[in-house]
């Protein structure tokens, strides 16, 4: 039977393995899309969407190996740059309800973001916050 200790380690093993998997897949479609606009030679708003979306995955990664913690803002932003790049694809075929609404979707996401960092300025967390591992 595992103890507390080696069960919290295979844990962290096992979150450092997945988000490697997630960095290499992330950097495989990032060079699949550069690849695709090399071909296309053409640049569009949408392709540099998803390049910054791919940004953003790099990012909180990064946040979460050196701090151990994932920002809650960071998918939010990921959500908020999703909805813009969909907006922007496929506006010729959306019907008008459809644009208000995830419009709307978009809205709300950049107000619990809004939320979200009051609450962190105005509640910040103690700065003894360790976690023994």
Known sequence: MLNQTSTIK??????HFVLSLIVIATIYA????????????TVTVGDLLLLFIY?????MVRI???SGKVPVRMPLYIGIVALARYLILDMKNMDDWRIMVVSLSGLIIAITVLVIRIGQLKFPYPKNTSVKE
């Open 64 to 66: 979460f190996f050196e």
């Open 10 to 15: 295979f844990i962290h093993a096992l979150e």
């Open 55 to 59: 940004l953003e995955v790099l990012a």
């Open 30 to 41: 990032i060079g699949e899309e550069i690849y695709l606009v090399i071909v296309n030679s």
